[in-house]
């Protein structure tokens, strides 16, 4: 099934003293970027956390954003960051001497310091954490990708009617094409006519004429390959599932076609058909761009 790449997903989930809430939400973007928000006490689940979004995911850039709550009863242990304090100690002692100011540091000033004290909460260990969170991070997961499926059906909807309106406007093209040179034939032959008094045209060197006006206009190999990008893209879109960049491959080489179609066109009717022909397949490229 086709996805699109853009969606939000909401999930939550709770122990009886720890409760995690996961919003997501993905826009369009090359390849899988993710950026997660995270407490800073949970922070080494972030590995988890991509590696679990890799699991739903193949395009997009994800923004993930998680928060929690302590419910219930629950024991802490207030620790704090011996390393970081002793930095902290010796970088006052440095400050202190270089500006010869009295160093009158005390252990109430120094636990004012950013991340020298850390409320862990003792009754769940890492696994039993990830647990919760996992559980939250899943039904989010889930939501976000319903919703890029649901919008990679609009997606295939409204791109099955523009390559139909493609077809028809390649079909144009080639009944357009015979049509010019019968009317190309007809203007020569009256033209010869006009210059010669005794009207005796040489056939051969008309139809040879005729020729050469007809392979410098011809466009049957390019309407033949529109054709066939048109099917392969059709099937593309009923087969689903991480096409997103073979399609924008097939549309840029629709764009090639259409553009030596027209700097072929010598005729208004067939400038015009090849005009709209590369609007809709622009049409086409902005929408396989939304397409994982």
Do not use: C
Not at 7 to 17: A, I, K, M
Not at 104 to 125: H, N
Not at 195 to 214: H, M
Request: aromatic share 6%; net charge negative.
């Amino acid at each position: 099934m086709i996805k699109s790449m853009t969606g939000f997903g909401r999930g939550e989930h709770s122990s009886e003293t720890l409760k995690f809430t996961v919003e997501m939400k993905s826009v369009n973007h090359r390849y899988l970027d993710s950026n997660v928000r995270i407490p800073k006490e949970y922070a080494y689940l972030d590995t988890s956390i991509r590696s679990e979004l890799k699991k739903y995911l193949g395009r997009g850039k994800v923004d993930v954003f998680v928060t929690y709550e302590i419910i219930g009863e629950a024991e802490y242990d207030l620790q704090f960051n011996e390393h970081l304090a002793q930095e902290y100690v010796d970088a006052y002692a440095r400050m202190a001497e270089r500006f010869h100011l009295e160093n009158d540091l005390t252990a109430v000033k120094l636990g004012a310091q950013p991340e020298i004290f850390r409320l862990r909460e003792d009754s769940m260990d890492e696994e039993e954490v990830w647990s919760v969170l996992k559980e939250a991070l899943d039904q989010a997961l889930e939501m976000l990708v319903d919703a890029r499926k649901r919008e990679g059906k609009n997606l295939k909807d409204d791109l099955d009617g523009k390559l139909s309106h493609m077809e028809e406007l390649v079909e144009g093209i080639t009944r357009r094409y015979p049509e010019i040179i019968s009317a190309y034939e007809l203007r020569l032959k009256e033209k010869v006519a006009a210059l010669l008094e005794d009207n005796q045209i040489d056939e051969n060197r008309l139809a040879a004429e005729v020729i050469l006006f007809a392979d410098k206009l011809a466009t049957d190999e390019e309407t033949v390959r529109l054709k066939s990008h048109i099917d392969t893209m059709k099937k593309e879109l009923e087969k689903g599932d991480d096409i997103g960049r073979k399609l924008d491959f097939i549309a840029q080489e629709m764009n090639r076609e259409a553009n030596t179609i027209l700097s072929k066109a010598n005729d208004l009717e067939t400038s015009n058909l090849a005009i709209d022909l590369k609007t809709v397949i622009e049409k086409i490229r902005e929408q396989v761009q939304n397409i994982e």
